[in-house]
Each structure stands twice: as C-alpha cells, then as structure tokens.
C-alpha cells in the first residue's frame, strides 16, 4: 500500500474515532500527524509542525477574545439593539442583511476570513438573543462572503483570474463572480427556509433574557447606555475594520492587540474574555489542519489530482475534479487548491471537449462554497464565535452541512456549467 492510501486510511479512522468515542479530533489528529509523519513519510519534528497553522491559531483565539471582551461589557448587546433599530425591528431581515454586509466587504477587496471575523461575531451573537438557529446566521454570512468573493476586484477573482490568463486559459470575470453569486443566494435561500427564517418574527419581540436584563439593568447600566467601556470597544471594532480593509493588516494580530489595549483600562473584562476564547475549537481546528500539511507535504493531494487528470473520459474527470476541490477545501485552503486543480485541468480543457469558462467557474464555486465546514477558516471562525450554544452539538451541525455541501454542489455546478460547454 502507498504512503498516499495509508496516510488517508488514517484520517478515516481519526474521524471514526473521533465520531464515536467523543474525542478531541483535533487532538487526535496530532497523534496522527505525528504517526504518519515520523513513521511513514519520515518527516522530522519541525517538518511536521511546519503544517500547524499559526495564522488561524491567531486569528481564532484574537477575534474571539476580542468578541468576548465586546460580550462582557455588554457592546455586542449594544450592537444587536441598534441593528434592530436599523431595519424597523424586523428580525426576519438581520440574516440577510449580514449576507449582503459579507458580500459586499469581500466583494470590494476583503479576504472572506477576514469578512466573516468582522461579521460573524455580531451576527451570532444576535442570533443568541433573538433564537435564531445559529446555523442559519453562521451559513449567510460565509455564503454572503463567498457570493462576494470572486468580483473582479476581489482578493479570490484577481488570483483565479490570474491563474487562467498564466496558464493561457479563456476566460470570464463577470461569469465567475455571476456563478458564485447566484449559487450562494440559491443556497442561502435554502438554507434560510429549511433553518426558519419564514417563521422569524417580523418585528422584534422581546425574549426572556431581554426582560431579565431590563430588569436586572433598568436602573443603571440599560443595554442602550453608551458607557466609556462600549464606547472604547466600539472604536476598536472600527479600527479593526479600518485596519483590515483599508490597511491589509492582520485580523487575528490586530484583534488580539485592541483586546490587550482594552483589557488595560478594564482588567476584568478582559480577565473573563480570556476565558471564554474557545479553546477546544482551536485545538480541533489546528490539529485537523496540522494533519492536512502532512498529507500535503507528503503529496496525497496532487497524488488524488493526478489519478482524477489521467482518467480518459474529460467530463468524468471534470466532476471528479470538483469533488476534490470541495473534499479538500473543506480541510485547507481554498486558493490554494484552485491554484493546484486549474493547472490539472488544463491538458483535458486544451483538448477542447470541455468550456474553459464553465470547468473554472464549477471548479472555483465548488471549492468556496463548502467553507461553512469547521475544519475551514471561515467555518471554524462560525463556530468559535457562537455563544450559548452546544459547541459539540453545533459541530456536528457544521460538519454534517459542510459533508452535504461538498457531496451535493459538485455534481449541480457540474451539470449547469461544465455540461453545457462540451465541445
């Protein structure tokens, strides 16, 4: 047996294990990456660590203690009353509201991690207050960032575009970002009738909890009062954003940094923030991705891409590049693995049988769409940043959502962009 089947033979039994034992996957997969990387593919210690993904570490633990800091002080209540007051109270409206706020920041230039760090906080945590399924909230906003993602001045557009015109490909810059528009509002409508949104009140009601902190708070701190710990975290979120988009900087270093300077003037928020970052998740998140840079480094990706381009039928292996596409974007980075797959569909593509324009926009649609999965970024961000939910539970709830995206979409974008462009 290759290296190649053995090391994926042992993610399926990380995930069996992990599934049915009530393990820390993420823990798991360090005991995995350690094993297979030492002992099959012979990889030193600092190979092996070489794949630990230390900018989501960052990212993960910064824009969640920032969040919880925001949550302490009562700026993320703050916020969720004035969206509320922004569309008239009508409930029904925030998630939708959050899927064009996504958009529209990845569309003008924002990685989607960094839209979804940005959105993701606020949008779960009125999700929390007005029982909206948090599944709902987590999957408009990836679905809004992602539907963004690829207009010609996006982050994802400009690189895949430029992949086809280095590989000498034709090309469509508004029939990519159509595709991935149109496909992430067809899913986020879905989504939002299948979670509830038809049953979300139209105007604001208020919850338990809501007549509880009225009680609780009416004669001195209500959740409208703009106290000076609000006001200073309101100027942080700004200045995360400002830093962000305007100025490329960091959103795992930059969050982490404005909590250190609020946690200074207000040291218990910011001793209660530390200990609600949600630690299990970054160890689930990072052990996962640890174990897919060994499989990458060991070349069991471009192995998988190499059998899928040898096959002699263009339209199976255009479908089957797709799934490979979603499968491993669901674990690791989406750039990257278009940037890897385009280039193995081009000896097929040249061959003429198959549209150019249609294979990279299935390719680029299934490889982005499946991003609501835990074990990526902007998943992993969803989940980090839910309160008051059973984080097991709501896993699940993501990993079972990711496992339909990615067995369902390929084969749909498949059959109405790759299919109708044969030769």
Same mark, same amino acid.
């Given at each position: ?12 039994? &990380? ?49 969640? +203690? ?13 916020? /969720? ?15 939708? @509201?959050?899927?064009? /706020?996504?958009? !529209?920041?990845?569309?003008?230039? !924002? ?7 940005? &959105? ?12 909206? =399924? ?16 690829? =207009?010609?001045?996006?982050? +994802?557009?400009?690189? $895949?575009?430029? %992949? ?25 409508? @879905? ?15 208020? *919850? ?29 979120? !700004? !200045? ?8 490329? #900087?960091?959103?795992?270093? *930059? =969050?982490?940094?404005?909590? /250190?300077?609020? =946690? ?12 609600? $970052? *949600?630690?299990?998740?970054? #160890? ?5 991705? *640890? +174990? ?30 797709? +799934? ?17 797959? %385009? ?21 680029? $649609? ?40 990615? $067995?369902?979409?390929?084969?749909? /974008?498949? #059959?109405?962009?790759? &299919?109708?462009?044969?030769?």
């Amino acid at each position: 047996m290759s290296d190649e089947l053995i090391s994926i033979l042992v993610l399926v039994v &990380v995930f069996v294990i992990a599934t049915t034992r009530s393990i820390n996957m993420g823990a798991l997969s360090f005991a995995a990456a350690f094993g297979v990387g030492e002992l099959v593919a012979d990889f030193s210690a600092d190979h092996i660590f070489a794949g630990f993904p230390g900018d989501l570490f960052v990212v993960l633990v910064g824009v969640t +203690y920032l969040f919880a800091l925001a949550r302490s002080n009562g700026t993320t209540d703050w916020l /969720v009353h004035a969206s509320i007051r922004l569309v008239g109270g009508r409930v029904a409206l925030i998630p939708w @509201v959050m899927f064009a /706020v996504s958009g !529209a920041l990845t569309a003008i230039g !924002a990685v989607s991690p960094a839209a979804v760090a940005i &959105v993701a906080p606020l949008a779960l945590s009125f999700a929390a207050r007005y029982r909206i =399924s948090p599944l709902l909230m987590g999957a408009m906003v990836v679905h809004g960032s992602q539907g963004g993602g690829f =207009s010609p001045i996006s982050i +994802y557009g400009s690189i $895949v575009n430029g %992949i086809v015109d280095r590989e000498k490909l034709p090309g469509n810059e508004i029939t990519l970002f159509l595709a991935s528009l149109v496909v992430n509002l067809i899913i986020a409508a @879905v989504v939002f009738v299948v979670c509830g949104g038809l049953k979300l009140p139209r105007t604001a009601v208020a *919850t338990d909890q809501e007549r509880e902190d009225g009680a609780e708070e009416a004669p001195a701190d209500p959740a409208g009062r703009l106290t000076p710990a609000r006001i200073a975290t309101l100027a942080a979120l !700004a !200045a995360l954003v400002v830093a962000v988009l305007a100025f490329d #900087l960091d959103a795992g270093l *930059t =969050s982490i940094s404005l909590a /250190v300077a609020l =946690s200074v003037f207000w040291p218990d928020h910011g001793k209660k923030a530390v200990n609600e $970052v *949600t630690w299990p998740t970054v #160890l689930l998140i990072c052990g996962v991705l *640890t +174990y897919v840079g060994v499989l990458d480094e060991m070349g069991t990706i471009d192995y998988a891409g190499r059998a899928v381009s040898d096959i002699g039928i263009p339209l199976l292996a255009a479908l089957l590049l797709c +799934y490979i596409g979603a499968i491993v974007s669901a674990f690791a980075s989406s750039v990257g693995i278009m940037g890897a797959l %385009i280039p193995l569909a081009v000896p097929f593509l040249a061959q003429g049988d198959i549209g150019a324009v249609g294979m990279i926009a299935a390719l680029a $649609v299934s490889a982005t769409v499946v991003d609501i999965s835990p074990f990526s970024t902007n998943g992993a961000l969803v989940l980090a940043n839910a309160p008051d939910v059973d984080r097991d539970r709501f896993f699940r709830q993501l990993m079972i959502y990711g496992g339909i995206m990615v $067995v369902a979409v390929p084969p749909v /974008v498949w #059959l109405a962009m790759v &299919v109708p462009g044969l030769g």
